[in-house]
């Protein structure tokens, strides 16, 4: 990894509200391990789902080639407004309409959520090799200083904190089934804020790594494949599968996964994800980290988050339907999405975020000489 020399914003150290511990019970499967339990207007949440089917058509539908990403945002444009600029006039670029954002949050808090890869990091074609850069690093360090922000990942928890290394963010990985809050406050804190714990799936856990051993075994022979193990869920990604090898790939999957019912198949970008079976996703991890930092029915919050994949529209939907905050959708083509406003790539994150805190900047000098 380069170094790039890019001077980020003096950042202004707001402190993290204090957590607070609901009043529930534990659920079944692990939920409130280290004394912390799941809130209980989501327990009802935790319901066993269904499976997906039609598996290589969503997979080309959704993962066009390269060299078909041209025409395939063509089609996409069509198949939803009409063309590419009415898609923007729904979806506009967050940093074009930043003064309109900041305006609709003025005299609310906002809280920041954060998608990892296609968002603070470049898509790859070797998931491990996902690094963010020293700039980004330091753009989402300020933002940490003055909102409270969290990851909120498919990765495993673990391996999106040694690619972001940021001790005082909150961490959501395995899409929200393996929670953490930061394990030291800001610098300007008096005390430091009590790590968090929230594993709504740990009964899981054997049986996703008997899936993904046999995952390794039952796609060795297609070239290209990686299997990673997400704690919570096992990813098949074929970003580097032949397109012609996807059908047996999907065939290969499916012959492992009819052995565990109570685990079901999803997709994101050229991924397919073995997940429990309990209806627990982004948009639940945000929720639950909205009522942990005593924001839940809060009026005054005003909550982003900011991916590029599928499996943020759980979020996004979660923002839309509570009317509070909003989503930003990362992506150059058009997309059917539930979020408010767009950005193409992880510079332009990094350029919104480095705005973000120039604006806090501005508001708290301005109110200190009033």
């Not at 209980?40 to 997979?59: F, H, I, Q």
């Not at 198949?79 to 609709?104: C, Q, R, Y």
């Not at 290209?224 to 919570?232: L, P, S, T």
């Amino acid at each position: 990894m380069t170094k790039q020399n890019v001077v980020a914003p003096e950042a202004v150290a707001i402190p993290y509200p204090p957590l607070r511990v609901a009043s529930s019970t534990a659920a079944p499967g692990g939920g409130g391990a280290a004394g912390y339990p799941i809130p209980r207007k989501l327990l009802t949440k935790l319901e066993l789902g269904g499976a997906t089917n039609g598996w290589v058509e969503s997979m080309l539908a959704s993962s066009p080639t390269h060299a078909k990403a041209s025409a395939a945002a063509a089609v996409a444009a069509a198949a939803l407004d009409g063309n590419t600029s009415s898609w923007t006039v729904k979806h506009p670029s967050a940093l074009e309409l930043f003064d309109e954002i900041t305006k609709m949050s003025k005299g609310k808090r906002i809280v920041m959520f954060l998608d990892y890869d296609g968002t603070l990091s470049p898509i790859v074609d070797d998931p491990d090799l996902a690094f963010m850069s020293d700039a980004m690093r330091t753009a989402v360090r300020n933002v940490a200083r003055c909102f409270p922000t969290a990851i909120v990942t498919g990765r495993r928890l673990d391996k999106v904190y040694e690619f972001v290394r940021l001790a005082e963010l909150y961490y959501a990985g395995s899409h929200g089934m393996d929670i953490k809050g930061p394990v030291k406050g800001p610098r300007h804190a008096k005390t430091k804020t009590k790590a968090v714990l929230f594993q709504p799936a740990s009964e899981f856990l054997p049986m996703i790594d008997e899936v993904y051993k046999a995952l390794l075994v039952k796609t060795r022979s297609i070239p290209g494949v990686k299997v990673e193990n997400n704690k919570f869920c096992a990813s098949v990604h074929f970003r580097c599968v032949d397109e012609k090898r996807w059908s047996a790939l999907a065939e290969q999957v499916r012959s492992v996964l009819k052995e565990y019912p109570k685990l079901r198949l999803t997709q994101g970008r050229k991924v397919l994800e073995i997940r429990p079976t309990i209806k627990w996703d982004k948009g639940k991890a945000l929720e639950f980290l909205l009522e942990s930092l005593g924001f839940a029915d809060n009026e005054e919050v005003f909550p982003v988050y900011i991916g590029d994949d599928r499996t943020d529209e759980d979020a996004f939907k979660v923002l839309r339907d509570r009317g509070q905050g909003f989503g930003i959708l990362v992506s150059k083509y058009p997309k059917e999405t539930n979020a408010s406003y767009s950005l193409q790539e992880p510079s332009e994150v990094m350029n919104f975020l480095h705005r973000l805190v120039e604006w806090k900047r501005s508001s708290l000098k301005h109110h200190s000489r009033v």
